[in-house]
């Protein structure tokens, strides 16, 4: 496990190395992300709203994807954890949302695109996960078993399970700060957050470290007490052998047996790994492929484009 860890981060250095070659520009550059806590009583009913209907649609997506299985209560709960994570895929709604003030409320306004992740996308986050809590399990139960329309499950999670809509929210401050501009968020880049989310729950690799392209750029990579964890993995490396005698010593009998379950193990979960490396591959070289060829074509005329 060890080994195939170390190997999933220089994979994941190598597809992000050229990333990070690439120039940011201002409008690229990290803003602020505190989230604005004040600001969650005004927003909490509607990203509950918004909450339920993108729930509703991942299990939707998630039966069609594995049908004719059907979906289970684990995965149902495993998406309403992530829904409200922003390293999650699932939680990539929230990335699309603008928070607009009008008159004495605070409005959700959908946009085309991704845009930058800034206080706004984490005061969203924040209210998500303050309307969920611990509600996941029993929304999750309650989607498994009721499969309800969006209606229903809107009036359960956000009536029901939580308060979260059960009075109108109070007026906006008049003296309320406005929050900044959403700016979209440039597409290469959109296009690799989106590999690293879902690089997040490569198969083998549960603890495995993802780096950013901040990290990349800034240099921030490597400096996480490495000699730290190098002694604890050579540790875990010379106990292995030592765990493993005892083992056979005390399974003699079964000594064929076991050599034969931890070389199917190591082999499934080789291939595994094999599997998913290529297809992450694949996808960041046909990326950069277009990438480079809508860079390389030049204006027919001379003149400027508008």
Not at 33 to 42: H, L, N, Q
Not at 127 to 137: E, H, L, M, P, R
Not at 179 to 205: C, H, N, T, Y
Not at 219 to 238: L, S, V, Y
Request: hydrophobic share 30%; proline share 6%; net charge neutral.
């Amino acid at each position: 496990m060890v080994v195939m860890n170390r190997v999933l981060v220089a994979l994941t250095l190598a597809l992000l190395a050229s990333s990070a070659l690439l120039p940011v520009s201002d409008a690229a550059k990290k803003p602020s992300s505190t989230p604005r806590k004040e600001d969650v009583p005004y927003i909490k009913c509607q990203v509950c709203e918004k909450l339920s209907s993108r729930l509703h649609q991942l299990v939707k997506e998630k039966q069609q994807q594995i049908s004719p299985k059907k979906i289970s209560e684990y995965e149902i709960i495993e998406i309403a954890e992530n829904v409200c994570n922003l390293k999650k895929e699932e939680a990539d709604w929230m990335l699309k949302i603008d928070i607009v003030e009008k008159g004495d409320n605070l409005v959700l306004v959908e946009q085309q695109e991704e845009g930058m992740c800034n206080s706004k996308c984490k005061t969203i986050e924040n209210a998500c996960q303050k309307v969920i809590g611990y509600s996941d399990t029993d929304v999750a139960e309650y989607i498994y078993k009721s499969k309800p329309d969006l209606v229903s499950l809107v009036n359960h999670l956000c009536k029901d399970l939580t308060d979260a809509c059960s009075k109108k929210p109070p007026p906006v401050p008049k003296d309320r700060v406005p929050g900044e501009p959403f700016v979209a968020k440039p597409s290469k880049d959109a296009e690799m957050d989106k590999i690293l989310r879902s690089m997040q729950g490569m198969p083998g690799a549960p603890g495995m470290k993802v780096y950013s392209r901040e990290d990349i750029e800034k240099g921030n990579i490597g400096n996480e007490d490495d000699d730290g964890d190098d002694d604890e993995d050579e540790e875990e490396d010379d106990k292995f052998p030592k765990n493993l005698g005892k083992v056979l010593k005390e399974k003699e009998s079964k000594t064929e047996e076991l050599k034969k379950t931890i070389t199917k193990e190591f082999k499934k979960k080789g291939e595994a790994l094999k599997r998913h490396a290529q297809k992450v591959s694949n996808r960041v070289r046909r990326w950069w492929k277009g990438l480079g060829s809508s860079s390389s074509k030049k204006p027919k005329s001379g003149k400027s484009e508008l």
